[in-house]
């Protein structure tokens, strides 16, 4: 169970840092510029919100099994 959640938490940390491929123009944005983006789109937003609560409650769920 460990190594799920390590996995886990890895990828989504990781998903910030890889610009998505859906975008043109240069792939080569750094961690800063991804972070921007998503929080001054606001789809991109309530997207990042929606994640992250989505993250919480799996982490408390792990945490009271």
């Keep these: ?4 959640k390590t996995t886990f938490i ?3 940390i990781a998903s910030l840092a890889v610009p998505a491929a859906a ?3 240069s792939h080569e944005a750094s961690l800063l ?3 921007m983006h998503w929080l ?7 997207l990042a919100v929606v994640g992250a609560a989505a ?3 799996f982490i408390i ?3 009271r099994a």
């Design 33 to 35: 510029a991804n972070l």
């Design 40 to 46: 001054t789109s606001p789809s991109h937003a309530l």
């Design 55 to 57: 993250i919480v409650a």
């Design 10 to 12: 890895a990828s989504a």
């Design 23 to 25: 975008h043109t123009g």
């Design 61 to 63: 769920k792990l945490k």
């Design 1 to 4: 169970m460990k190594i799920i």
